[in-house]
Nanobody, 126 residues
């Protein structure tokens, strides 16, 4: 079983940038497809970006394309989300997720993932 711990959230002005990190422990990180999701106030959890085991394949929600970059360092067992050109509507709790897979595909559905971090708050002010 893998444990996930997010960090890097905070308060940022619109147009600014943040980099979120998700440290994985307990199992070999490269055995897991991983993703970022977010949940805004009063909203359902939504997909942000996903990355395959190797890191070669990535996929983004339309509203994040060109602004967010997902990456991973399997040697450091860490997942990243570089966010730029942030908007107030990006305000949410951001969660990393992992699922053990045996391929190099990406997965974007919440229900695919069995392992979740506790979340990190990102607040974007006007």
């Amino acid at each position: 079983q893998v444990q996930l711990v997010e960090s890097g959230g905070g308060l940022v002005q619109a147009g600014g940038s943040l980099r979120l990190s998700c440290a994985a422990s307990g199992r070999t990180a490269s055995d897991y497809a991983m993703a970022w999701f977010r949940q805004g106030p009063g909203k359902e959890r939504e997909f942000v970006a996903a990355i395959s085991r190797s890191g070669r394949n990535t996929y983004y929600a339309d509203s994040m394309k060109g602004r967010f970059t997902i990456s991973r360092d399997n040697a450091k067992a860490t997942l990243y989300l570089q966010m730029s050109s942030l908007k107030p509507e990006d305000t949410a709790v951001y969660y990393c997720a992992a699922e053990e897979v045996y391929n190099d595909l990406i997965y974007k559905l919440v229900g695919t993932y069995n392992y979740w971090g506790q979340g990190t708050q990102v607040t974007v002010s006007i």
